[in-house]
């Protein structure tokens, strides 16, 4: 009697170890339900989420950092047509993106639309140097004519740069050279990024994933503008949007940028550790700046075949259509992947992929973007002149660099711990009870399990005997 029970229990014993062996293998597809379900339903952008309780607000600090490029030998190149040779200075840093999103409005279609408020403010703490300090770049006006103006005028022009006594070249501070200084030649207000501070960048209409969350945050239209259709806008999540939940790093990524007008691809480099946090790095294909000729996506920058070397060249394009007309071109720092040619006639760069590339981290369950760096640099070109006294030594077309930014952002500590409390905890607590269930029940089944063939074989030889 003693003997069947034993047997007994151990038959009960192993039945309870299968189920909750079962309990802990049923676990593992209904957690993860339930946590794709929970991540789908914060993502959405709507009042009382969290996704837009981030989105909404400031968020964030972003902080864009800028290094200028000070030429060395000007007079050289004016008189000798000696290749420029510059020396960056900097970063002179600013605050930027902390004014939260303006004329939030809910569409029916499910998409919101808003407008993001544009300012700078001087961080003397972060930056190697004062907004004060001089440079010697190009005169923007200058280039920025010969570029526009059609060769038969260029006559005129040579008048208006005389008659103002202008050159090639300027000296300015790093404050005129970025917000602007009146200019004398076209008689208004000139800057790289002027004007800038109580400007807006937008509308944005932006899918808030109500409907369908793999939308969220994809731009449905930008001005107006509709074929930005399928691109992700590219900030901070804290600041603005994110990407879709469950990112897949087999996948690039797309996102559109305002500065450039223009959508790119980003691929996955590899998986860091933020705070605790693994998040996805994504970082920008070296394609993304080549030429036509090896990336056709591109064909719509080269709009000059003369300047651009018949459109092979590499690493930088025209956005001029993007910047109201004015004959800006784009690049990554240093000209990082660009064309030789651009580094030698511009002597004194020295590119380096890590410290000049874009990229940006994002936690892959959540689409949130945690930590980003976008580097760009900006550049005019000027070329020879057999009319304006200032060209008439320039040898061939060269792409000056003007200046270089990172823009940046990280989720600081408090960010960090409450997204660890709030969501990382929570799933590594469910992991943990389906590992400990899965475990525990299988021990406890393959012990009864073995221990009732144990015993009912003793027990086929006792009656043997």
């Known amino acids: 009697m003693g003997c069947c029970n034993r047997r007994c ?30 991540v789908e339903k914060e993502a959405v952008i709507e009042p009382g989420t969290t996704a837009y309780d981030n989105w909404v607000s400031a968020g964030a600090t972003v902080y864009r950092q800028f290094w200028l490029f000070d030429l060395k030998n000007p007079l050289e190149v004016l008189h000798y047509g000696a290749a420029p040779v510059v020396v960056e200075k900097g970063p002179y840093t600013y605050r930027t993106r902390y004014l939260p999103k303006e004329n939030i409005t ?38 920025g004519a010969y570029a526009l103006v059609p060769k038969p005028l260029h006559s005129v022009l040579e008048i208006l740069i005389k008659s103002t ?31 800038y501070n109580g400007t ?30 399928n691109l992700i806008s590219f900030f901070f999540f804290s600041d603005a949007s994110s990407f879709p939940p469950f990112v897949d790093n087999k996948k690039p990524l797309y996102l559109f940028s305002s500065d450039i007008c ?20 994504f970082s920008l294909l070296p394609s ?29 394009l025209d956005i001029g259509s993007c910047q109201e007309g004015r004959p800006i071109f784009i690049s990554l720092p240093h000209f990082l992947h660009g064309s030789p040619s651009l580094r030698e006639d511009v002597l004194g760069l020295d590119p380096d992929e890590e410290h000049h590339k874009t990229f940006f981290d994002v936690e892959p369950l959540t689409g949130f973007t945690l930590n980003f760096a976008k580097r ?8 020879p002149s057999k009319v304006i006294t200032v060209l008439k030594k320039v040898k061939d077309y060269t792409v000056f660099p003007l200046v270089w930014l990172n823009e940046t952002a990280m989720l600081d500590d408090e960010t960090a711990q409450m997204f660890q409390d709030e969501i990382i905890s929570n ?39």
């Not at 550790?273 to 996805?280: A, P, S, T």
């Open 262 to 281: 223009r959508s790119v691809s980003a691929s996955y480099e590899k998986t860091v550790n933020l705070k605790g946090i693994d998040v996805y790095r």
């Open 200 to 229: 807006y960048d937008g509308y944005y209409n932006v899918f808030n994933g109500k409907d369908d969350i793999s939308k969220v945050s994809i731009i449905d239209r930008w001005r107006g503008e509709t074929q930005f259709y």
């Open 106 to 143: 809910f569409h029916s279609n499910n998409t919101v639309a808003f407008l993001l408020p544009i300012g700078a403010i001087f961080d003397p703490t972060m930056s190697e140097g004062s907004e004060e300090d001089n440079i010697t770049s190009l005169n923007l006006a200058v280039a």
């Open 9 to 38: 229990g151990l038959i009960a014993g192993a039945v309870v170890g299968a189920v909750v062996a079962i309990l802990g293998g049923i676990l593992i597809p209904v957690g993860k339900i339930i946590i794709e379900g929970t």
């Open 376 to 383: 760009i640099q900006v550049n005019m070109m000027y070329g």
């Open 427 to 465: 799933i590594n607590m469910l992991e943990i009870l389906q590992e400990v269930l899965l475990g525990v029940g299988v021990v406890v089944f393959v012990v009864c399990l073995v221990s009732y063939c144990v015993v009912r074989k003793r027990h086929n030889q006792s009656k043997l005997a």
């Open 288 to 316: 993304t700046l080549a030429s036509p000729v090896d990336n056709p996506d591109n064909k719509c920058f080269c709009k000059n075949p003369e300047t651009s070397k018949n459109c092979t060249l590499a690493g930088v």
């Open 165 to 195: 006594n202008s050159s090639l070249f300027q000296r300015r501070t790093v404050k005129e050279m970025l917000w602007g200084y009146p200019d004398p030649i076209l008689k208004e207000t000139v800057g790289l990024f002027s004007p």
